[in-house]
Structure formats: structure tokens, C-alpha cells
């Protein structure tokens, strides 16, 4: 694989040096540079030595040797892995994902609060909420 970033811009099809990291199918923390290949059909392809099921999220960071500053990770969902290959690579398709536009959030909350307000609150349903909260914190 090449990189073609010479006289190029970033959201023209062709391959572009980046570093991947996430949590790999071992549940460990891995970070791996390769080259994402984005295509005239807009799919991104990137080859790892780390082992990713399908769905999982991973974090891309575009490394520009030009540039001193350091780029933002942008986030990308695994959508298809193909079987690992002779040399121990992973072929894997990714999809951008994109943050929920604060107007949808808030959209959902009012409909929520609605439909809230007719619920009657009971301490077990209570002390489960802010358990699930404090994982997810």
C-alpha cells in the first residue's frame, strides 16, 4: 500500500497513512498504524494484525508528516472483517459514525418527559438506574 497524499486532498479517493486504536476481540487496548484506502465508492478499507469483530468502534487518527500539529481521532464502526490473510492481516470495511445532533437529543427528552411523568418511581427501579449510571460514568 502506498501513501498518496501528495497534491492530494484528504476526501479524494486514495490512501492515507493513519493510526487505529481501540479494543480488539482479546478485550485488549491496542493502538496500529497502517493505511486506510478510501475508494471512488467512498469505502474505507484499512488491513490490522489486530482481530476485530464486526460492529466494533474503533478511533482513526490521520497522521500527516507535513503537518506538526496532531490530528483528531474520528470515530468509525468495523461494518465487515474478512478472514486474516497469509501474511496475518485482517482486511476490515469502515463506516464513520457521526454524534447525535443536539436537537435530536432534545427531541427525545420532551417525548420522554411525558411519557416520565405518567410513570410512578419506586426505590428498586431507582437504585438500578444509578447503578447503570455509575458504569457508565
Same mark, same amino acid.
Not at 482479546?26 to 491496542?30: C, L
Not at 467512498?42 to 490490522?48: M, R
Not at 478472514?83 to 496475518?88: E, I, R
Given at each position: 500500500m502506498?501513501?498518496?497524499?501528495?497534491?492530494?486532498s484528504y476526501?479524494?479517493?486514495?490512501d492515507?497513512?493513519?493510526?487505529?486504536?481501540?479494543?480488539?476481540a482479546?478485550?485488549?487496548?491496542?493502538v496500529?498504524r497502517?493505511?486506510?484506502q478510501?475508494?471512488?465508492a467512498?469505502?474505507?478499507?484499512?488491513?490490522?494484525h489486530h482481530?476485530?469483530?464486526?460492529?466494533?468502534? !474503533?478511533?482513526?487518527?490521520?497522521?500527516?508528516?507535513?503537518?506538526s +500539529?496532531?490530528? #483528531?481521532p *474520528?470515530t468509525y @464502526?468495523? %461494518?465487515r !472483517?474478512l478472514?486474516?490473510?497469509?501474511?496475518?492481516c485482517?482486511? +476490515?470495511?469502515? #463506516?464513520? *459514525?457521526?454524534? @447525535?445532533? %443536539?436537537?435530536?437529543?432534545?427531541e427525545r427528552?420532551?417525548s420522554?418527559d411525558?411519557?416520565d411523568?405518567?410513570?410512578?418511581?419506586?426505590?428498586?427501579n431507582?437504585?438500578?438506574?444509578?447503578?447503570?449510571?455509575?458504569?457508565l460514568?
Open positions: 502506498n501513501e498518496k497524499t501528495n497534491g492530494n476526501n479524494a479517493p486514495c492515507y497513512r493513519v493510526e487505529i486504536s481501540g479494543w480488539g482479546d478485550n485488549n487496548f491496542f496500529e497502517t493505511d486506510l478510501w475508494t471512488a467512498g469505502e474505507k478499507d484499512v488491513q490490522l482481530s476485530l469483530p464486526e460492529g466494533s468502534m !474503533v478511533f482513526v487518527r490521520l497522521l500527516a508528516p507535513a503537518s +500539529m496532531g490530528s #483528531v *474520528m @464502526r468495523v %461494518r !472483517v478472514p486474516m490473510d497469509s501474511v496475518g485482517f482486511q +476490515m470495511s469502515l #463506516v464513520q *459514525m457521526h454524534p @447525535r445532533s %443536539r436537537e435530536s437529543f432534545t427528552s420532551a420522554n411525558a411519557e411523568s405518567q410513570k410512578v418511581c419506586d426505590a428498586t431507582s437504585e438500578a438506574d444509578l447503578q447503570l449510571e455509575e458504569i460514568q
